[in-house]
């Protein structure tokens, strides 16, 4: 982490110090007390089944250099710490301080700072943007997908003093959070993947949606920043249409910054695409992916043109992208004990990115017989039944043996029914996953390929773990 000027935390978070300790700069931020040490600050956070301010003796205990917590309960325990020579700070929100603290590393920072944020694809862009630019710089990212108001800071304080990009993910569930975030990062370059049907049941429309991802222009000077998007996502062109400052538009389809001239082919090992700069005007540069599926060449494009920016040349930034694999639990490829593959793609799942995933492992597993496990997709609000039922509905016409399990398994199999008089559709709920995993140990082979999707909350990885459990007990 890069250390901070106590003093000059102490002006940013307009805390009230309570306990002054030996003028020092902070040289570790933590938010659990067993990870405190010398020279660290704990800093106390109120969970929903515990106080952090209860665990502030063990942080001490531990060597802690300082402690930030609430005002109040600070002012409670005071006394109780009169042996404790590091600073005690009260604040009004300790998670807004965490946030604080993630904006004055990025200050001290050297590296350029990239924000990614959209609906689906952002984990993936992040890997993908880390990877084209790691052969040119010192590189630091999102820690797996900490990419909400304490995750976000807690990847920032694992920026280190030599790094010369960070590249940063932002999630959120409601309206207000992107703004937050990115006024911490203030991005160098921003990038929007797309804006589709997700996190409706906080934000209701499609509108909102777009609203809510469009907080991130707030975090960019108009002078200084870049936003980098997909002309083929009409929102995400309508949110750069509102920004000032430099656009980078990408497209499979029609002539942008960076663009796919021609069709997109999967020929059973690679996808390949013929990729050109609109600046550049030259013969373009043959993309050889080693996974299936355009809306992964829109990511690739995003990841590109990030590079570009920063300096990296098209044909190295699409020679990197040979030896990319994709971060856990997003399309991971696996063979079975019986020689089945599996394509598990359990992080999380809206309308848009289910359908995308599914013509993608259609194209991967063209030569083998296909089986699906369906998850429910959350947080799509009052339209969740109308969405799963056109999911059923898209799924019957594709023919394979299917199995849905969740809360919304049902409306996958009544979608499915108005289209086929008999989908081969096996319907089980959240609490039957061993029963589900069992039926799959009875009818995979090598001959078979397994598609498991849904959202995370709906852990599908139990299945596989059940079904990997009994495929090795016979």
């Not at 402690?67 to 005690?88: A, C, H, M, P, R």
């Not at 849905?404 to 096996?426: R, T, W, Y």
Request: proline letters at 2%.
């Amino acid at each position: 982490m890069i250390h901070l000027n106590i003093h000059d935390a102490v002006r940013l978070l307009d805390g009230l110090v309570l306990k002054e300790g030996p003028d020092l700069d902070i040289q570790k931020i933590v938010i659990h007390s067993g990870d405190a040490s010398q020279g660290a600050f704990f800093v106390v956070l109120l969970g929903s089944k515990n106080d952090g301010h209860e665990f502030i003796r063990h942080a001490v205990s531990l060597g802690a250099s300082g402690i930030i917590g609430i005002k109040e309960k600070l002012d409670q325990i005071v006394y109780d710490l009169s042996d404790f020579n590091g600073w005690l700070i009260g604040v009004d929100d300790t998670l807004k301080a965490l946030g604080k603290l993630a904006f004055l590393v990025l200050r001290k920072s050297k590296a350029k700072k990239i924000a990614i944020t959209g609906s689906s694809g952002k984990t993936t862009t992040k890997e993908m943007i880390a990877h084209v630019l790691q052969s040119n710089f010192r590189v630091h990212k999102t820690k797996g997908n900490f990419n909400n108001f304490l995750g976000l800071p807690l990847s920032v304080f694992e920026i280190n003093e030599d790094d010369d990009v960070s590249v940063l993910e932002l999630g959120m569930n409601a309206p207000g959070e992107i703004r937050w975030l990115a006024s911490i990062v203030e991005p160098d370059i921003g990038v929007l993947t797309n804006v589709q049907p997700a996190h409706l049941q906080y934000l209701r429309t499609i509108e909102r949606v777009r609203d809510a991802k469009a907080e991130l222009l707030t975090g960019l000077d108009s002078k200084s920043s870049a936003l980098v998007t997909n002309l083929d996502d009409q929102n995400a062109k309508r949110v750069a249409d509102a920004f000032g400052g430099r656009k980078f538009f990408v497209s499979k389809s029609k002539k942008a910054d960076l663009y796919v001239d021609g069709d997109i082919v999967w020929n059973g090992y690679t996808t390949k695409a013929l990729i050109k700069s609109f600046e550049q005007k030259n013969a373009g540069v043959m993309l050889k992916f080693p996974y299936p599926g355009s809306h992964f060449v829109s990511d690739i494009l995003l990841a590109l043109g990030v590079g570009m920016i920063l300096g990296v040349s098209l044909e190295s930034g699409v020679s990197s992208l040979k030896s990319f694999t994709f971060p856990s639990m997003r399309f991971e490829k696996t063979i079975l004990p019986q020689g089945a593959l599996v394509v598990f793609d359990g992080y999380n799942a809206n309308p848009s990115s289910m359908r995308a995933s599914l013509e993608a492992f259609m194209l991967l597993a063209s030569d083998k017989e296909k089986v699906m496990v369906i998850g429910d997709m959350l947080e799509l609000g009052i339209d969740a039944k109308f969405y799963h039922k056109e999911l059923g509905g898209f799924l019957a016409r594709v023919g394979c043996e299917v199995f849905v399990i969740g809360e919304f398994a049902k409306d996958v199999c009544l979608g499915a029914l108005q289209v086929s008089d008999c989908p081969n559709m096996h319907v089980f709920d959240l609490n039957q996953k061993n029963a589900l995993a069992l039926s799959l140990s009875l009818i995979l082979s090598k001959n078979h390929a397994l598609f498991i999707k849904g959202s995370r909350d709906s852990h599908l990885e139990d299945i596989l773990y059940r079904l990997r459990a009994h495929l090795t007990e016979t």
